[in-house]
């Protein structure tokens, strides 16, 4: 998606990725491969006229910041439901002590509203790896919000604004535009591209997994998960649970049965193939997975886990949600209700609501980054992009 933003906005492409470069030939976008060795990186760019540079992703890791320091650049936040009250507990989850003294003796930590917080695993490896990348590419992030050393950021909604300007953003460097990947979804559902595929992966629930087993601020997730699977099971209801990219399937084999099946992530997953899953199920489930984007633009029904009253699930800090599970006892009235086909007037009406507060998506996303882009350029360099 972020090629087909490139490709309309006339932008070249800046990657280490064999793959991307090929990518971008197919699509008619101009791409020029860097190699991954620091100082070989380093000296191709300096033979390339760049006058600005897009970001996308994580910005914490050192190529990009090095990007962002020595270009212009804006950084562009993807699917995000994390508001004010989500960052406040956030900041509050407990980190190993061992490992956030070492890293911030080590200059590898960042800050959130003025505290340190780890942003590496908590491992001797991962401490090497992220040490190697300070040494080699230079400063970091000073906060855990992406930008840091960006001269715009573009976040989704007005309702993650305040996040960034309490973590040190200026205002002025803030612009809410919308969904990169929105506008992807928004195109090609309009063109009817998708087709869903007989592939036996039909189900009456459909939920997306995130690995959230591994943070100490969600000791419940798979308790919860397991009660909903029970309660798939007496209902009858076939479950198909697709697993996040860093998920490790051997942590969700306990939930396999003729009523539950795995959905593995592989390398060449698209999005199309989650939107096939989204098209073939009854009512979508999750946390907050950025997945959920698909089904509210899809108008499906769309239930939040949230047997533990979780911080993850971000949209019920600023938005009413009709189906917000918070008691496995209300699963089956809520199950019915959502994948009842008389009432889908009623849920299409919720999530067209729930959209309206999040941001704008109405496929010009790009349009809108690009406007704000050639603006900075034209007052700051004299330079219309």
């Known amino acids: 998606m972020f090629l087909d933003f490139a490709k309309k ?11 991307v470069v090929q990518e971008c030939q197919r699509k008619g976008v101009r791409a020029v491969r860097l190699p991954r060795d620091p ?8 033979k390339i006229k760049i006058s600005f540079v897009v970001l996308a992703g994580d910005n914490y890791y050192g190529m990009r910041n090095y990007l962002a320091r020595w270009y212009p650049s804006a950084f562009i936040q993807g699917i995000s439901w994390k508001g004010m009250p989500f960052w406040k507990k956030r900041v509050n989850w407990p980190d190993n002590p061992f ?80 969904v990169i990947k929105a506008d992807w979804i928004v195109e090609n559902l309009l063109k009817n591209i998708f087709e869903a595929p007989d592939d036996g992966n039909s189900s009456d629930v459909l939920f997306f997994a995130q690995p959230l087993y591994r943070y100490s601020g969600e000791a419940h997730y798979l308790e919860e998960l397991g009660l909903v699977v029970d309660e798939c099971r007496k209902m009858g ?13 051997s942590v969700y084999k306990q939930f396999e ?20 899953l989204i098209q073939k199920t009854k009512v979508v489930m999750t946390k907050g997975s950025s997945s959920i984007l698909v089904p509210l633009l899809l108008q499906k029904p769309v239930m ?11 949209l019920k800090h600023f938005l009413t949600l009709r189906f917000l599970l918070t008691r496995i ?3 089956r009235g809520m199950y019915s209700f959502a994948a009842a086909p008389e009432n889908q007037p009623v849920v299409k009406e919720h999530q067209q609501e729930i959209l309206s507060k999040l941001g704008r998506f109405d496929g010009q996303c790009w349009q809108r980054i690009k406007t704000e882009i050639e603006k900075f350029l034209e007052i700051s360099q004299g330079v219309k992009a």
């Open 304 to 314: 939040y886990l949230d047997l533990f009253d979780s911080d993850i699930v971000h």
């Open 39 to 46: 100082f070989r990186f380093k000296r191709v760019l300096r």
């Open 329 to 331: 006892e209300d699963f």
């Open 99 to 178: 490992y956030l003294k070492l890293h911030r003796c080590l200059g590898l930590t960042a800050t959130a509203f003025g505290k340190s917080k780890l942003i590496y695993e908590s491992s001797i490896r991962e401490t090497c790896r992220a040490l190697a990348s300070r040494i080699f590419w230079g400063t970091r992030n000073k906060t855990l919000m992406h930008g840091s050393f960006s001269d715009l950021v573009f976040l989704q909604g007005e309702w993650e604004r305040e996040v960034w300007i309490r973590n040190g953003i200026p205002d002025k460097k803030i612009k809410t535009v919308g």
């Open 9 to 19: 906005c006339g932008y070249g492409v800046l990657t280490c990725e064999q793959a």
């Open 237 to 249: 209801l076939r479950l198909l649970i697709k697993l996040h990219p860093r998920d490790d399937v």
């Open 257 to 276: 049965s003729e009523h539950c099946r795995l959905v593995e992530h592989h390398k060449d997953w698209r999005d199309a193939d989650n939107v096939a």
